[in-house]
């Protein structure tokens, strides 16, 4: 999880018991969006030499609270 709504200690809970993982807290969370943001570009960029790598998603659905 990132962004706000993992400060929220309900929504982390709830997310913790639905998928009976615990959520990793070792990342900042305001720099999260960025870093994977400036990853993408650096990767998608010919003047950038990336290693390579690849990404699973853990949770491939939206998740929304109404």
């Known amino acids: 999880m990132i962004g706000g709504s993992r400060r929220i200690p309900f929504i982390s809970r709830i997310v913790q018991e639905v998928f009976n ?16 943001a400036a990853m ?8 950038f030499r990336e290693r390579e ?12 609270v109404e």
């Open 21 to 36: 993982k615990d959520a990793k807290t070792t990342m900042n969370l305001n720099e999260a969006v960025a870093r994977g």
């Open 40 to 47: 993408q570009c650096a990767i998608l960029s010919p003047a």
């Open 53 to 64: 790598f690849s990404t699973k998603d853990s949770q491939p659905y939206r998740v929304e």
